[in-house]
Nanobody, 123 residues
Framework: VQLQASGGGLVQAGGSLRLSCAASGRTFRNYDMGWFRQAPEKEREFVAAIRWSSGSTYYADSNKGRFTISRDNAKNTVYLQIDSLKPEDTAVYYC?????????????????WGQGTQVTVSS
């Protein structure tokens, strides 16, 4: 099982990024795919997730409006679009998969993790 995150980089405040998470090694159709982020010296926090089968999405309350999660079934890839980037969005962004409960926001509930992609927003 492999989750490969990509798309991070250095951007100016106000810019946009689209992160990708390519999934392989098993069928994730019955899984929720989530995005988390972790800033230096902070705990890993939930950003957004999508139910692969239905496309239903849920977001952290603080992220609604600027973050959009989506998936491409044909490419087995989940995306996170981030608009109006702010310096406080600077973090390593991780994708993860959870197949036991559904609609979970805790990192401990997720079974599989990608390696992370760095997002740095300059002011």
């Amino acid at each position: 099982v492999q989750l490969q995150a990509s798309g991070g980089g250095l951007v100016q405040a106000g810019g946009s990024l689209r992160l990708s998470c390519a999934a392989s090694g098993r069928t994730f159709r019955n899984y929720d795919m989530g995005w988390f982020r972790q800033a230096p010296e902070k705990e890993r926090e939930f950003v957004a997730a999508i139910r692969w089968s239905s496309g239903s999405t849920y977001y952290a309350d603080s992220n609604k409006g600027r973050f959009t999660i989506s998936r491409d079934n044909a490419k087995n890839t989940v995306y996170l679009q981030i608009d109006s980037l702010k310096p406080e969005d600077t973090a390593v962004y991780y994708c993860a998969a959870e197949g036991r409960y559904g609609f979970r926001r805790r990192p401990d509930d997720y079974d599989y993790w990608g390696q992370g992609t760095q997002v740095t927003v300059s002011s």
